[in-house]
């Protein structure tokens, strides 16, 4: 059974820091999978905020770009997200999710909260 585990969620001011990261138990080759972070605020859609494909190119959405940076490591089945000049609006649950093929696979999430 595949789990999506996240973690390094928590409250920090706007400005600040935060990583979180999400570890992979029941992918039997985790580098086939695209590695993917999304975040959902209260009353509004699952939008994507960066994505690493298999070949390690990565992609983000506009909002964050600059000041966020995902990573993977493949032999601890591992993606980070590394959260830097932190704003009150990157306030949401933050999920992980991991794709191949027909294969989506979801994280139960982790909150980010940014005070001003």
């Known amino acids: 059974q595949v789990q999506l585990v996240e973690s390094g969620g928590g409250l920090v001011q706007a400005g600040g820091s935060l990583r979180i990261s999400c570890a992979a138990s029941g992918i039997n080759i985790f580098s086939i999978y695209a590695m993917n972070w999304y975040r959902q605020a209260p009353g509004k859609q699952r939008e994507l905020v960066a994505a690493i494909t298999r070949c390690g190119t990565t992609n983000y959405a506009d909002s964050v770009k600059g000041r966020f940076t995902i990573s993977r490591d493949n032999a601890k089945k591992t993606v980070d997200l590394q959260m830097n000049s932190l704003k009150p609006e990157d306030t949401a649950v933050y999920y992980c999710?991991?794709?191949?093929?027909?294969?989506?696979?979801w994280g139960q999430g982790t909150q980010v909260t940014v005070s001003s």
């Open positions: 999710n991991a794709q191949f093929s027909a294969q989506n696979y």
